[in-house]
């Protein structure tokens, strides 16, 4: 079935894709492989494809061969903007209106009656970058290999995990594969769209198995040579990569099945610039039966500061990207430049929540730090110190309302209480909370004092590089609350370090932007601590239900009942019964008001050469899309 884009967490196979054997076509392949064919240093076209290779139809026309898109990445940590670009080549994947999972490694799939049992067809054929076959042992590899080892995963990622118990895998043949759980899994393919979940299909297991144990009985010698890491996981890692880290895109040796690889160093520390180039054995082909990806080369420099990619991108340098310049103030600059750079305005329709939400940290270090913050009436009382409507005015250009987190109006999960409570600017009322709740004294400066005397201060870190919006939405935050004696210090930090505190629970609040506007159920992660690397409010509840209960810290009642219904969530199949569930989510979160946030996201913007074809001028924005990998970057080509 299909269903319309806010209820997408949802949606089902539609359309079957298009497959039609690969003899069925006079196979047409780039001239520069063509060359490499011609040459005897690659093989024939026919032997590179799958026996039927996914067909895409393009969305303006079948296109043209050759040229190099330019992008930039911000920074040493950018990493997500290459995945965004090149993915996602995960077993399903979203269609490109983010309206429902289709097929993509896996050519097909059956579900067991119970829910519980999912059997993917692998494509017959499919070859990895360097010309070795996919096959069910790449998948056994990760399930019995990776996933089930304790000293790789001490904590399974959550996604593999029904029912207290890690997904289990069976090889049917050599194309077919069944992977098992203990109980219904009602969203188990939408999951695998979504860009973390690529790990069935992400390691080449005749590549990555030199740097596991169980194959390479020298991997411990290997390990005690590199002055990188200190156990096999990591040399695994730093070689193989992961699904959500730099080290993916390091390596130019190992195999992918994406439509370009790596070519040169790759995204190391200290890279200027990071080169693909196309991969000969990609498995799509267009109508024409022509072999995709078109273009040739994609070439990503690396910036250090938003500033510069905007630069770039008004002088006509980038050719197709919203990442790090999608902020609404720069419309107007785009769009006064947009003639000289020969480039048209991508219309990015906002999926996320909140531009920014303030996490407030449940589980801090500090015991003082950790009673006021938990104190309910204390976050009520910083909330209504916010005047949103400044800040909305003068950062986000007018565009927006004040809001709090959840699904946007428009969501069939719209959750009044969750979206607007306590967003009134009410001073008064927020000094009378704090004076209730204990913190009535202050010191010679206005400032209140916590019971230990220290000055009541926050100190907040944001990714000024990515975000600079935020630093000056905080600066008039801090004025505003100075107004009723609290105290706030501001640091822009680059994204590294960033996450490096608040994955060590180093923080008194995190800010970051609320996704879950239109994909409440792909993203919860505001509602219920289960995102180890977003969940800022508490960390150590996230690693408590990531371990069950080995690690981290015992959340409150009311987060173990959240936990326990997306659970339920998780297993049930039917879709009302599933969306119930988590209304119950949404009200309970509600009701402990454990974060807040500032402004209903707007939608954002980005840049496209007015050359560029295949191009949709108007695409989702979604970090669970990924945008704009969905549309299907190995279809753009430059008209002439």
Not at 110 to 115: A, F, H, K, L, P
Not at 371 to 396: C, G, H, P, Q, T
Not at 484 to 495: A, H, T, Y
Request: aromatic content about 10%.
């Amino acid at each position: 079935m299909t269903t319309k884009w806010p209820n997408a967490p949802f949606a089902m196979l539609a359309a079957g894709a298009i497959m039609l054997p690969a003899a069925a076509f006079a196979a047409n392949e780039a001239p520069t492989l063509a060359e490499q064919v011609a040459a005897g240093t690659l093989p024939p076209l026919e032997e590179r494809l799958p026996s039927q290779p996914e067909v895409v139809e393009p969305l303006e026309g079948v296109g043209t061969y050759g040229g190099t898109l330019r992008r930039v990445l911000g920074g040493s940590n950018d990493h997500n903007s290459i995945l965004r670009i090149v993915s996602p080549q995960g077993l399903t994947r979203w269609n490109p209106d983010f309206t429902a999972v289709i097929p993509n490694v896996a050519e097909s799939w059956t579900v067991n009656d119970e829910g519980s049992e999912f059997t993917f067809k692998l494509r017959e054929g499919m070859k990895w970058s360097d010309g070795q076959p996919l096959t069910a042992d790449d998948i056994m590899f990760y399930v019995d290999d990776l996933l089930h080892n304790d000293e790789f995963y001490p904590n399974p990622p959550a996604r593999y995990v029904v029912d207290g118990e890690v997904m289990t895998a069976e090889k049917v043949d050599d194309n077919t594969v069944t992977l098992k759980f203990a109980a219904p899994y009602g969203t188990f393919l939408t999951e695998l769209a979504t860009p973390l979940a690529q790990e069935p299909v992400l390691w080449a297991k005749h590549y990555c198995m030199q740097f596991h144990p169980t194959y390479n009985p020298d991997v411990q010698a290997m390990v005690d040579s590199s002055a990188a890491v200190e156990d096999w996981p990591g040399l695994f890692r730093l070689n193989c990569g992961e699904v959500e880290a730099p080290n993916r895109w390091a390596n130019s040796e190992r195999p992918t099945l994406d439509p370009w690889v790596v070519v040169g160093d790759g995204y190391d520390a200290g890279a200027t610039q990071v080169v693909m180039e196309r991969n000969p054995y990609f498995w799509q082909v267009d109508t024409a039966g022509n072999q995709l990806p078109y273009i040739d080369r994609l070439e990503m420099n690396v910036a250090q500061d938003n500033q510069t990619i905007v630069l770039e991108a008004i002088a006509g340098n980038i050719d197709m990207q919203r990442r790090r310049i999608d902020n609404l103030s720069n419309k107007p600059v785009f769009a006064e430049n947009a003639e000289n750079g020969e480039y048209e305005i991508l219309d990015m329709v906002n999926s996320s929540s909140n531009a920014m939400v303030l996490h407030m940290n449940h589980t801090h270090k500090d015991p003082v730090m950790r009673e006021l913050l938990r104190n309910k009436d204390v976050r009520i009382a910083l909330s209504l110190a916010i005047d949103r409507d400044e800040i909305i005015d003068i950062v986000y250009q007018g565009q927006g309302e004040p809001w709090q987190i959840g699904p946007r109006p428009t969501h069939p999960l719209y959750n009044e209480q969750l979206g607007r409570q306590h967003t009134e600017y009410d001073p008064d009322r927020a000094n009378e909370l704090l004076d209730a709740a204990g913190y009535a004294e202050r010191d010679d400066e206005g400032f209140r004092v916590l019971p230990d005397g220290r000055r009541m201060t926050f100190n907040v870190e944001y990714t000024g590089i990515e975000q600079p919006d935020w630093g000056d939405a905080l600066e008039i935050i801090g004025a505003q609350w100075e107004e009723i004696g609290v105290d706030l210090n501001i640091k822009s930090v680059e994204r590294s370090i960033y996450y490096s505190r608040g994955e060590a629970n180093e923080h008194d609040f995190m800010v970051w932007g609320a996704p879950g506007g239109l994909d409440p159920t792909l993203s919860p992660r505001d509602v219920i601590a289960v995102h180890p690397q977003a969940s800022w409010f508490a960390i150590p509840w996230t690693r408590w239900y990531l371990s069950g209960g080995a690690d981290g810290e015992e959340p409150t009642e009311s987060m173990k009942e959240r936990l326990a219904l997306y659970d339920a969530f998780k297993k049930e199949a039917d879709q009302d019964k599933a969306l119930d569930i988590f209304r119950q989510i949404h009200q309970m979160a509600a009701d402990e008001f454990e974060i807040f946030g500032v402004s209903l996201a707007p939608n954002l913007v980005g840049v496209v050469k007015t050359n560029l074809r295949n191009v949709p001028r108007q695409i989702p924005a979604s970090w669970m899309y990924p945008d704009p990998g969905p549309t299907l970057p190995q279809t753009y080509f430059y008209a002439e």
